[in-house]
């Protein structure tokens, strides 16, 4: 913990018994000309809990970009909804919590929530797959998807 009572994780988060949780800090790049963050950088602090969960889950955006699994893939957005509910400012330090909703051969759906300690500013829901060059569709390699389901006892 550090010495002004903020909880440090690594550089990528950590990933929890639901999910993963990140830390991020606002700073002024992040905000309007009031000091309030600018709506559209949430969707970068969602896009770095997601990626940072794929990363600690064993899924790097690299590989799938060699081709490490037969051919070239990448991860699209299909769908995504977002519900603001609070705002955050300057110097803030923010959580982000992702988890898997729901997982099928080709889909993942993503529940996200950004946190200024206890306060939930935004819930989020993401929907994504993956596709070929070609832009078609692709289903998970087949270890994805025990990796993406939340821990059990």
């Known amino acids: 913990m550090a010495d002004d009572g903020e909880i440090v994780t690594g550089l990528s988060g950590e990933l929890t018994r639901e999910g993963h949780r990140l830390s991020a800090r606002v700073y002024y790049a992040d905000t309007d000309f009031s000091g309030v963050v600018y709506h559209a950088r949430y969707l970068e602090f969602l896009e770095r809990g997601r990626s940072d969960y794929l990363r600690l889950c064993g899924v790097h955006h690299t590989e799938l970009a060699d081709g490490a699994h037969g051919e070239r893939i990448v991860w699209v957005v299909r769908r995504m909804e977002i519900d603001f509910r ?26 996200q929530r950004i946190l200024r300690g206890a306060d939930l500013l935004i819930e989020a829901r993401v929907e994504a797959a993956i596709i070929g060059m070609n832009g078609r ?9 025990g990796r993406f389901l939340p821990a059990r006892d």
Request: proline share 6%; aromatic share 6%; hydrophobic share 40%.
């Open 137 to 145: 569709p692709r289903r998970f390699p087949k270890d994805w998807t």
């Open 86 to 111: 609070g705002s955050a400012r300057m110097d803030d330090v923010l959580t982000i919590e992702t988890r898997t909703a729901e997982i099928s051969g080709a889909r993942i759906v993503m529940a």
